[in-house]
């Protein structure tokens, strides 16, 4: 092993590998880290043994969770590749990733239904100016022609999306491509690079319609090519690379290319992509110091790992980083090369290379690092509102503080992830991107922290009031041994309207109760309202103490408390107690072809839809505005990703109580009971 990363060979280049869940993003890493001798085998997806299955939480749900760093070169020159996770659920350390990296791969399934699934990708990477390229992989099966993919992969990308190369078809297989810039076809053998053949005689027409295409899509960003094209004049090769990769370097552009990961079909020709293309790390850190201050490293991730302790997960900017110097202030306690599962104990980190540094406690995404400090970025992605939670609690008896300690260590790694007493219901909740997060942060907690947990479905926080008034008084009088106990109060109790709350109102004349006690029958009357007759928090309810009468020796504030109980518990039942459950703001972000879908979903949990409208910012999507009842929000996501390949989303907020009578009230008191 050496004992540096990216001094060797020039500045390291960092390509990120993204793109949605299964599309092939873990085999094309292992393809590329093969092709170009970083790995002597490859591993299989089956028995999970390919280098980007690394994680155990990968290994053991069949999805990357976390990304994952190869480290290889190619035709001498070192590169770092990023696989990152395409689960939803996990993007927070994807969006991590792609804001260090110089170039990304967008990893695409060739079904033109599913292009759908690249859109929060493409959209990311053109909100962030990230240069980028699109891999449609397992291409050899592809139902449909390279024209119709594209169409589709287009309809989900602001930017032009020029095709690179043109498939050849033979019968139901793609066998090979022509390459449109060097007009060169290529044969796929398996296990070899691709032969060089002849461009196929039915295929020349549509060889020069496709290139005419990407010629006249880089004229619109490039004036003396356009002349060109508009002379007939055949543009030189070298002008049309230099064309190609400025519109990549400034996105403007899109390549897109092809192939099968299984097999590394096409993948020596994305190499070849990406090492002509891919901006320098000097050149992506002239860029990012738009936003961004000056510094040595930039940290994407932060990870306690069993064996080195917390490790910060940096990107070199400029100069080396070396072991044991002072960073952000602190001692680097060990400084390692990432590959796969492995971390390396390196002595030095290069320009543009990817390490992680050791013993630095207090640094967080995003951070730029000095020798004295380390900096925030004017901009860096925060994670969407957590749209699913869950209640957690201890298993074993006493780790509550454990849980706690732990719970903001993990929050710190991952800030996808939040928790917090919930006011009303006094439950611990674990907020999330979903089910398969939560249950990932579980595993965690057992496994990195030591607490075994137990997560549940949060309770409603449903409340209750009344629907009409009645006057009762309360009476407390009791004689034990010496001195006796004695309260009375008069309880005028009446219904407020909704978001009113409680009012407590002393209408007490001739001082028939003192004044010195009427706080204590206000503290009484509160203190019964914490639980209704239904089982619930009482809200929107004015009582006022209206009569009473009291003893010079016998009352006192305790006797005067617990006769305003006495008054309310007999008051509230009488007063018809009627549940109430909290309505959400909703808003739901899918696109369009699953807005009706959307808006039946919605419908059968009892939602009041109050429109829909174009995604502000978002080609092609909608957003559908509804209020929802919070019992019923609990999985909407869960329903909302299976109608939706996984892309959908929503935004949420408290709106108001609701009035709930019937089936589904009669349970909520039930189960209220039953505790
Ligand atoms: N036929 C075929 N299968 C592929 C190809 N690439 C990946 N797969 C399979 O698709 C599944 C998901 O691939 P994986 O790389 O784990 O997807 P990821 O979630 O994007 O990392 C695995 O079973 C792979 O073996 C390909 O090019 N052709
Ligand atoms: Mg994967």
């Not at 290889?72 to 990152?84: A, I, K, S």
């Amino acid at each position: 092993m050496p004992d540096n990363v990216g001094t060797n060979g020039g500045a390291t280049r960092v390509a990120a590998i993204v793109g949605p869940y299964t599309s092939g993003k873990t085999s094309l890493l292992e393809s590329l880290m093969f092709v170009s001798g970083g790995i002597t085998r490859k591993g299989s997806a089956a028995d999970r043994s390919r280098l980007g299955d690394a994680q155990a939480e990968a290994k053991s749900r069949e999805m990357s969770v976390e990304t994952v760093v190869a480290n290889t070169t190619f035709l001498d020159e070192p590169w770092t590749l990023l696989d990152c996770p395409g689960s939803i659920e996990f993007l927070q350390d994807t969006r991590h990733a792609l804001m260090v990296a110089d170039i990304a791969v967008v990893v695409c399934d060739p079904d033109p239904a599913r292009a759908v699934m690249a859109g929060p990708f493409l959209k990311f990477l053109e909100d962030n100016g990230i240069p980028h390229l699109i891999f449609v992989n397992r291409m050899e099966h592809a139902k449909a022609g390279i024209g119709e993919i594209l169409e589709a992969l287009q309809a989900a990308s602001e930017r032009p999306l020029v095709m690179r190369q043109l498939p050849i078809v033979d019968g139901e297989n793609v066998t090979g491509y022509i390459d449109l810039i060097h007009e060169r076809a290529y044969h796929y053998e398996e296990g070899k690079p691709s032969s060089l053949v002849r461009i196929p005689a039915a295929a020349a027409a549509d060889e020069q319609g496709a290139r005419q295409e990407l010629l006249e899509s880089l004229a619109d960003f490039d004036d003396s090519l356009m002349e060109e094209l508009l002379n007939d004049a055949e543009p030189a090769k070298g002008e049309v690379f230099a064309s190609l990769k400025r519109d990549i370097a400034e996105n403007l552009v899109v390549p897109v290319l092809f192939g099968e990961a299984e097999r590394d079909h096409g993948v020596n020709r994305l190499w070849k992509a990406l090492r002509h293309d891919a901006p320098r790390p000097e050149a992506t850190w002239e860029r990012r110091k738009e936003v961004t201050p000056d510094g040595l490293a930039q940290v994407f991730k932060t990870q306690h790992a069993a064996h080195t302790g917390r490790l910060s997960w940096v990107r070199v900017w400029q100069g080396d980083l070396t072991d044991g110097m002072t960073l952000a202030g602190q001692k680097v306690g060990g400084l390692y090369a990432l590959n796969g599962a492995e971390a390396t104990k390196i002595a030095k980190a290069g320009v543009g290379s990817v390490a992680a540094a050791a013993r630095l406690e207090n640094t967080a995404p995003g951070d730029v690092l000095t020798e004295a400090e380390a900096l925030k970025p004017e901009f860096w992605p925060q994670p969407p509102q957590a749209p699913f939670a869950l209640k957690l609690s201890t298993v074993k008896m006493g780790d509550d503080v454990k849980l706690s300690t732990a719970l903001a260590k993990l929050v710190a790694d991952d800030v996808s992830l939040s928790y917090g007493m919930d006011p009303d219901t006094g439950e611990l909740l674990l907020w999330g991107m979903g089910e398969v997060h939560l249950m990932v942060a579980a595993d965690r907690l057992r496994s990195q922290h030591n607490v075994e947990v137990k997560a549940e479905q949060p309770k409603v926080p449903f409340k209750e009031t009344i629907r009409k008034g009645v006057t009762e008084r309360g009476r407390h009088k009791r004689q034990t041994g010496g001195h006796g106990q004695f309260g009375d109060a008069v309880l005028e109790v009446k219904p407020l309207s909704r978001g009113e709350g409680f009012v407590f109102t002393d209408r007490i004349v001739g001082g028939v109760v003192p004044k010195n006690y009427i706080p204590a029958v206000e503290a009484g009357v509160r203190e019964s309202l914490r639980k209704g007759p239904l089982g619930f928090p009482v809200v929107d309810v004015g009582v006022t103490l209206t009569d009473g009468s009291y003893h010079t020796v016998d009352s006192s504030e305790m006797a005067f408390k617990t006769a305003a109980g006495i008054g309310m518990r007999a008051a509230l039942p009488k007063c018809e107690p009627i549940l109430l459950e909290p309505i959400w703001n909703v808003a739901v972000a899918v696109p369009s072809e699953w807005t009706s879908k959307a808006q039946r979903a919605l419908s059968q949990r009892r939602a009041q839809i109050l429109g829909y409208d174009k995604r502000p910012g978002w080609k092609g999507w909608d957003v559908v505005k509804a209020q929802v009842p919070q019992m019923e929000v609990h999985d909407l996501i869960v329903e909302l990703r299976s109608l939706t390949m996984g892309v959908g989303t929503f935004e949420w907020d408290f709106d108001h109580l609701q009035e709930l009578t019937g089936r589904v009230a009669d349970k909520a008191v039930a189960d209220a009971r039953a505790e």
